[in-house]
């Protein structure tokens, strides 16, 4: 009997212990230390409203707009809910048309350039907000003609948002396409 109740006793205190004080405690942390990280990095328009993550790919359909890597989290991509690749292998029909529509496409709208492997195939997540700085030097004259820029405005503009790898040494320098779009917006609107 006093074993059960030894037992009983230990569940109830680490229960509490390490299923409430300690996820609060955490929490509590990170909102104090860290608010924009834990908060998901969101992004809020001049009259508040929620734009966006930092950490989530949006789609940009618009031609005045840089587009991000294609995405296969769910029916029409960039679905938070349902994260994930296509899980098509190399060989499969399915992606090698995908693939050669996208190539098609965006070479149709540059025709002397290869297309960055980057704007043709999906993140593991599907929701990767960044490219490469070849995939956005790549949509620099189509953005610059369709917002009447000069293309030397926009590479600069690219450039201030291109990021470095981490700690100078982990992944790959990077562009993250929400946060230049709307930095694009802000510089330059979109015509009606």
Do not use: C, W
């Amino acid at each position: 009997m006093k074993n059960l109740i030894t037992a009983v006793l230990m569940t109830v205190v680490t229960t509490i212990l390490l299923g409430l004080i300690y996820p609060l405690a955490v929490t509590g942390l990170a909102q104090a230390m860290f608010p924009d990280q834990a908060n998901g990095q969101l992004i809020r328009g001049a009259d508040g409203t929620l734009i966006g993550s930092r950490l989530i790919g949006q789609p940009f359909s618009s031609p005045g707009y840089f587009r991000s890597r294609p995405s296969a989290a769910g029916a029409t991509g960039y679905n938070a809910g349902i994260s994930g690749g296509s899980n098509l292998g190399p060989t499969n029909q399915k992606l090698i048309d995908r693939i050669k529509a996208d190539v098609e496409r965006l070479l149709a709208e540059n025709p002397d350039r290869p297309v960055p492997v980057d704007l043709v195939t999906s993140s593991g997540s599907g929701l990767d907000p960044h490219i490469s700085p070849a995939a956005a030097e790549f949509q620099v004259p189509r953005v610059a003609s369709e917002r009447g820029m000069i293309e030397a405005e926009v590479r600069t503009i690219v450039a201030a948002h291109t990021e470095g790898r981490q700690f100078g040494f982990l992944g790959e320098p990077r562009v993250n396409v929400v946060e230049l779009n709307l930095d694009l917006d802000r510089m330059q609107p979109m015509k009606q």
